[in-house]
């Protein structure tokens, strides 16, 4: 880091040298033109590229050696989290149906990606969404509403014997994976282009938050999923009462964890945040006696048990990480 003193010239504009290796650097000519934004902390950015040209970032994938479609999938969603706005697809012969159906499938999955130009030989993906346009703390409350709905559903399931219910707790998993998505991709852009926090009314420390906060609820709809998909072989199990009212009220309490947790990072509150990790110790210790309880079952059940108490508490122990990253950030900004 480099001080500079700020200087008068002319007897009311103030002036502060520019470090002559950075202009060297950017290649900086005499009345060149430098973008300054103003960020929401306070800091300056200073941007030697002005245009818009900046922000398109143009990928291209040659499919003629790609023998699995499914990694083709996975290179587009890196692609699509890099911030990439243009994506293109190409190949030396007539593209697959196979690969055509993969490039469908990212789409559907994928928000704002688009096909705008298509040959036999290639298609051409743009990104048709405006960053600013979806606030980043806007996509973390609509996964977080929707990772409530899974839960609730979820033990609904279990006291209702509802295996369908079940099963469409399963198919909103992928509603949080691309939201997910995402905010990787708009915590991507911002890295890449530091003037749009300002634009978007985010610090790059909140910017930080949301993605470390993001992953964390799509690790706890997983696992919500996971105690899904063993609602069934709970339900045709002889589970006497004792267990199913412990799962009950370990499930219930893990929930509470998780929206309280959530509570605390909308109103940004340190001590409610050092309340949730507090109360992660009492759902461990429940879950410790409902898997004492579960080893007395006959045959499978235990596992099955077993295996939702452990997503119950791991549920727990990530609201809890989100409050330990509410904290940490707090502390940091304010």
């Not at 990104?127 to 703390?137: G, R, S, Y």
Request: aromatic share 6%.
């Amino acid at each position: 880091m480099e001080i500079r003193r700020v200087q008068i010239t002319g007897g009311s504009s103030y002036v502060i040298t520019l470090p002559k290796e950075w202009i060297r650097t950017m290649n900086i000519k005499k009345n060149d033109q430098l973008a300054i934004n103003i960020q929401s902390d306070g800091t300056l950015v200073l941007n030697p590229k002005i245009t818009q040209e900046q922000l398109q970032r143009i990928k291209e994938f040659n499919v003629s050696n790609i023998q699995k479609p499914n990694y083709l999938l996975q290179l587009l969603i890196g692609a699509y989290i890099s911030g990439f706005t243009s994506i293109k697809i190409t190949s030396t012969s007539r593209m697959p149906t196979t690969i055509r159906n993969v490039i469908r499938s990212f789409t559907q999955l994928a928000i704002g990606p688009e096909v705008v130009e298509e040959t036999d030989m290639s298609v051409t993906l743009k990104d048709l969404l405006n960053p600013m346009e979806m606030p980043l703390d806007r996509i973390i409350k609509r996964m977080h509403i929707i990772v409530k709905g899974m839960h609730e559903d979820t033990m609904r399931a279990f006291q209702t014997k509802d295996k369908k219910l079940a099963g469409d707790v399963l198919s909103r998993d992928d509603d949080v994976d691309r939201l997910h998505w995402l905010v990787a991709r708009q915590y991507n852009i911002i890295l890449q282009n530091v003037s749009l926090a300002g634009k978007m009314n985010i610090t790059i420390g909140m910017t930080s938050t949301c993605f470390l906060i993001s992953k964390i609820i799509e690790r706890i709809g997983d696992h919500v999923v996971r105690i899904a998909q063993n609602i069934p072989k709970l339900v045709d199990s002889d589970l006497n009462k004792q267990t199913m009212d412990r799962i009950l009220l370990a499930s219930n309490l893990s929930l509470d964890i998780f929206n309280k947790s959530m509570g605390a990072f909308f109103k940004k509150d340190i001590k409610a945040s050092n309340e949730t990790i507090e109360s992660v110790t009492k759902l461990e210790l429940l879950c410790e006696e409902i898997n004492a309880i579960a080893l007395k079952q006959k045959g499978i059940i235990a596992i099955h048990v077993g295996y939702v108490v452990e997503s119950i508490r791991r549920i727990g122990e990530y609201a809890e990480d989100i409050s330990e990253n509410v904290i940490n950030y707090l502390v940091t900004e304010h």
